[in-house]
């Protein structure tokens, strides 16, 4: 019996380490924490959703697919209810807001012991720049294509350091290490975004204009060199 598992998701997966506790948090279905019991991966999984139906068919899901016993579930609005046993949480298919929001809720997640896999649908230049400014840093990014979408994903942990640059906040060193075939097209994806806010801004709020333009000359003289 095949898990059905979005490309994203998986990219998820792949920074988890082998015998990890695992808290998926918006766990939806619950397919992620199933995925990763059934591959031999997790050695356990923490499975919540702010919503009862979901959370119900990620139980179901897990008894019809052998692992319940070693998953829990938990009916919770991000991790306030839920055990601190675990060494990564995932987050996945929330937007920036939401993210920041779970994290400002438990700073006790700032520590060495805790990895941090977000996987996020907006504003993730405003992520990024509120993980540095939290004393988190991107250890690892990659890219996963589901569909026409091309979706970043972030290893990340507590280690307290430089901010990155304006640009860098788009596009990670991390991103650019990865050596992603995705990454061409995710540039231009970026870049294209960036030039139509420059364009809708010009003739507008000049400080807004300043700053967005700053940032697109960054990247396009980082392609150049």
């Known amino acids: 019996m095949k898990i059905p598992l979005s490309n994203r998701l998986l990219a998820c997966c792949g920074y988890v380490k082998p015998g990890d506790r695992v808290a998926d948090v918006g766990c939806d279905h619950g397919y992620l924490g199933i995925y990763l019991l059934k591959n031999g991966i997790a050695s356990a999984v923490i499975a919540s959703d702010v919503r009862e139906m979901p959370l119900q068919s990620a139980i179901r899901n ?26 990564c949480m995932v987050c996945a298919g929330m937007g920036a807001d939401t993210m920041m929001s ?24 405003e992520l990024r720049r509120y993980l540095y400014g939290q004393g988190y840093a991107i ?3 990659t890219l996963a294509k589901d569909g026409k979408f091309i979706y970043p994903v972030m290893e990340v942990v507590y280690a307290p350091g430089k901010p990155l640059t ?12 990865s050596g992603s075939e995705l990454l061409p ?17 010009s003739g507008g709020d000049e400080e807004k204009y300043r700053h967005y333009k700053a940032i697109l000359e960054e990247l396009t003289d980082d392609d150049r060199s």
């Open 166 to 177: 304006e640009g860098e906040y788009y596009i990670t060193p991390a991103l650019r290490r």
């Open 62 to 87: 897990a008894e019809k697919f052998g692992v319940k016993e070693r998953m829990s579930f938990y009916l919770s609005d991000g991790i306030r209810d839920l055990p601190r046993e675990f060494d």
């Open 185 to 201: 097209a995710f540039r231009e994806s970026v870049l294209s975004g960036l030039r139509k806010t420059v364009a809708g801004l």
């Open 102 to 125: 779970i994290l400002d809720a438990a700073p006790w997640l700032k520590s060495e012991r805790y990895r941090l896999i977000l996987q996020c649908q907006s504003k993730r230049a």
């Open 139 to 141: 250890r690892q990014e």
